[in-house]
């Protein structure tokens, strides 16, 4: 049953439980339908047969009182009127009888006894019909004589007939009812056993159903479970193609790529342990590098002290240089002035044209040196940005 879906299985149980209930439900109507063609039967043969019959056995009856009655009554003429007419309606009814029984019954001891019955009636009408017809004569010796000779051997004999014939109607309603009680004991039987293998069938139905729903939704609850409690270890999966083989298989590929993500978690765990030791590495190296920096910074700020130190001695000497450098101006300006004098002194003076002239040299010679000093307090104050 795993082989179908959960719809298709519901379908197929419920509509095997739905056949099973309308065979039942057929079997037990033409069960009926035989136990109610006995009783048509019953209704049709033997019911109608032993009314007839005693219908026919209550006229002959009535008959034979009226040859009883006529004797009684032969010195009173109504009477006899009223009994000669009870007579004729009683032969119609008799004669009547007759006819539907022997319409009702065409062969066989039943049909045998109804015609003997019968005889006997005609043998003994002619000889009621002559008791009338001597009592109307008042020959009442002859009548009497009559009705105590053949009607009564003819009476009894019809008697005999009566009970034969009802003896055969007792027979046959018996057996009747006998084939009636067999076969609504067969039916009952066979109805009990149809009902008792319906119902083994639904609830093997019903068990096979329950049981191919309810142990995969076990399954599949006891992987979960397991799953739940951290354990992926592999589990049988069983075949099928319905809803809880799906589930199952889900659960298993579920199952699978929780382990495959577990198993990345604990590489990509692994990597970063390392990756952090490798970090507590560097920043221990990075450290160090900082004790060095810092050293080497302390070192240059005490180089920059320094040489901010040296800066402000260079500035200080510059300041000397600047200051010497304008004294060396105004000294070249009045050397300058001087020469001019002592040009125009030379024209004037040439016999101190000698004198003079190492005079003027001295004087070349200095602003020559101050300009080299100069050079060298500018390119100090280039170097130092001053």
């Known amino acids: 049953m795993r082989r179908f879906k959960i719809t298709l299985r519901l379908v197929i149980c419920f509509a095997v439980t739905s056949l099973l209930m309308v065979a039942l439900g057929a079997f037990c109507l033409l069960q009926m339908q035989a136990t109610r063609t006995q009783g048509e039967a019953v209704e049709s043969g033997a019911l109608p047969s032993i009314a007839t019959a005693d219908a026919i056995a209550i006229g002959l009856v009535k008959l034979r009182s009226e040859t009883t009655r006529l004797i009684a009554n032969a010195d009173d003429p109504g009477a006899v009127i009223n009994s000669k007419i009870n007579v004729e309606q009683l032969r119609n009814e008799v004669e009547k009888g007759f006819s539907e029984y022997l319409a009702r019954v065409q062969s066989g001891t ?16 002619p000889g009621l019909q002559d008791q009338i017809a001597l009592i109307e004569q008042n020959k009442l010796g002859e009548a009497r004589m009559l009705a105590n000779t053949m009607l009564s051997l003819q009476g009894d004999l019809m008697d005999m007939q009566v009970q034969l014939l009802r003896e055969l109607n007792k027979q046959s309603a018996a057996t009747a009812v006998e084939a009636a009680s067999a ?13 008792g293998l319906v119902l083994a069938l639904t609830l093997l139905l019903a068990w096979r159903l329950s049981v191919s729903i309810i142990h995969p939704v076990r399954q599949a609850l006891h992987i979960a479970s397991t799953i739940a409690d951290g354990d992926l270890s592999e589990h049988p999966i069983p075949d099928g193609k319905d809803e809880t083989a799906q589930l199952l298989i889900t659960l298993g590929r579920m199952r699978t790529n929780l382990h495959s993500t577990i198993d990345q978690i604990y590489a990509a765990a692994t990597q970063l342990s390392q990756s952090v030791q490798e970090m507590g590495s560097i920043a221990e190296a990075s450290a160090l590098n900082l004790q060095l920096q810092n050293t080497e910074i302390e070192q240059a ?28 101006t105004q000294a070249a300006a009045q050397g300058q002035d001087k020469l001019s004098a002592t040009i125009l002194s030379i024209k004037e003076l040439t016999e101190n044209v000698l004198d003079s002239s190492h005079q003027a040299q001295g004087l070349a010679e200095r602003p020559q040196s101050i300009s080299s000093i100069l050079d060298v307090i500018r390119a100090i104050a280039n170097q130092t940005n001053l």
């Open 183 to 195: 076969s609504y004991e067969q039916t009952r039987i066979i109805a009990l056993s149809a009902i």
């Open 301 to 328: 700020a005490v180089a920059v002290n320094q040489m901010s130190q040296a800066a402000i001695e260079v500035a200080g000497n510059a300041s000397n240089t600047v200051t010497e450098s304008e004294t060396s």
């Open 110 to 125: 039943e049909h045998d006894s109804i015609v003997a019955l019968q005889d006997a009636y005609k043998a003994f009408m």
